[in-house]
């Protein structure tokens, strides 16, 4: 069984950068794949980024060029950097550990409870 407890979140304005974390223990962290998905109020989860052990990234064309995801073995963490945020990217972001870098969130064994990341315009 892997926990995953995100923190990092907060109330930015538009355009500022912010980094959330998600740190793991209860499991072989080196061997996931590792995701990152957000929540809006009345909407579905969507994915933003995921990280394979191997390090290769994948993602979502909404964050392209402006998230970073990246990841640190050695303390069992995975990042999500997070650049020229726009209010649109105000949700809950949800860490999620699983077999690879899934875009589909329905394939990932393990979730976070979540932080919030709100972006005033």
């Known amino acids: 069984q892997v926990q995953l407890v995100e923190s990092g979140g907060g109330l930015v304005q538009a355009g500022d950068s912010l980094r959330v974390s998600c740190a793991a223990s209860?499991?072989?962290?080196?061997?996931?794949?590792m995701g990152w998905f957000r929540q809006a109020p009345g909407k579905e989860r969507e994915f933003v980024a995921a990280i394979k052990w191997t390090s290769r990234t994948r993602y979502a064309d909404s964050v392209k060029g402006r998230f970073t995801i990246s990841r640190d073995n050695a303390k069992n963490t995975v990042y999500l950097q997070m650049n020229s945020l726009k209010p649109e990217d105000t949700a809950v972001y949800y860490c999620?550990?699983?077999?690879?870098?899934?875009?589909?969130?329905?394939?990932?064994?393990?979730w976070g409870q979540g932080t919030q990341v709100t972006v005033s315009s």
């Open positions: 209860g499991g072989t962290f080196s061997s996931y794949g």
């Open positions: 999620a550990a699983g077999y690879s870098d899934y875009v589909d969130w329905t394939r990932y064994l393990y």
